[in-house]
């Protein structure tokens, strides 16, 4: 593979910038949405309360942290504070309770990897997932949600990368390509290595908030409104980021000794996590840290062939950043 690292940004970089932006507004929940995606939590959580009173109902995945586009399903994640060892029997309990209160399209998928009941609300028109005690997500979601707050950077470059994966079909882990969760990770990892830094790395400073759930202790410093500055010495655009993330994806990134971890803010070596070989399933082609389960490689679903058609993406996304001249669009062609 020959790699062609370039260095030099096309010098007309910045008239891409408005288009990009437009793009990313144009991918906002409205106001009302966010609303009614309330208004089903609520309802949920009176019928939860009728039958598991002592349960609780957290919104996690991209409707809560911050991440998410207009018109995303919700995940919903039913929280018990003791173990549950059967929990198809609760999702069999839930499924009926909701079918019972005209909740539409009532699923129990016990056997996924992660089972959930799946509904659509006929009233707000909004389906969504609710998945059982899965709460590292609900913690990983505020990590996330909390990086974004910083710098407004993360939102845009992340809306931009997650809206170039879902219409160049690579983000479906199911077929070997990322989540969206691994591709906000990537963009957090990323605007923590810039020089200068735009994001910081959360959990290398002061502890302010830490919880222990499923004997992984999650803790970082969580008072990000005192670093609203933070990235304020690095005015790279959001075009210029969208660029060079591609590049770095592309044509810089050491896929077969580097480990990218926003838990240390830097890169690790796949040595040093014992992630240089094929484990079972586990291929470790391109590896990405979970931040609290740091034994979790969300690259481990990608094979080799699906690294191939991942390179060959990131690879066009940066030729297209470098020369076409409307990338707003070619970026996004439906693949
Ligand atoms: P979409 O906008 O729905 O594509 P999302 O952020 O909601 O993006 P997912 O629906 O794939 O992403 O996942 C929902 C949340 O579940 C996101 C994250 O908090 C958690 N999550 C997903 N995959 C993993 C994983 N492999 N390890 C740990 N947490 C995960
Ligand atoms: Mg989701």
Known sequence: RMLKRRTDCRSDIL?????????????????????KQKQLLALLEKLVCKEWPEARLYLYGSCENSFGVSKSDIDICLAF???IHDKSEILLKLADILQSDNLQNVQALT??????????????????????????????????????????????LAFIVK?????????????????????????????????????????????????????????????VENLCNFGSSNQETIAQLVWAFFNYWAYIHDYANSVISVRTGSLISKGEKDWTRRIGNDRHLICIEDPFVVSHDLGRVVDKFS????REEFERAADVMQYDPNPWITLFEPY
């Open 111 to 156: 056997r996924a990897r992660v089972p959930i009941v799946k509904l659509m609300d006929p009233v707000t028109g909004i389906s969504c997932d609710i998945c059982i005690n899965n709460v590292l997500a609900v913690v990983n979601t505020r990590l996330l949600r909390d990086y974004a707050k910083i710098d407004v950077r993360l939102r845009q």
């Open 15 to 35: 008239r891409l910038n408005s288009p990009l932006l437009a793009i990313y507004e144009s991918l906002i929940p409205p106001v009302e949405e966010k609303a």
């Open 163 to 223: 809206h170039w994966a879902k219409s160049r079909g690579v983000n479906a882990t199911y077929q070997g390509t990322l989540s969206s969760y691994a591709y906000v990770l990537m963009c957090i990892h990323f605007l923590q290595q810039r020089r200068p830094a735009i994001l910081p790395c959360l959990q290398g400073m002061e502890t302010t908030f830490s919880v222990t759930v499923d004997d992984v202790e999650c803790a970082y410093f969580d008072k």
């Open 307 to 310: 690294i191939k058609v991942l």
């Open 81 to 83: 504070n003791e173990d």
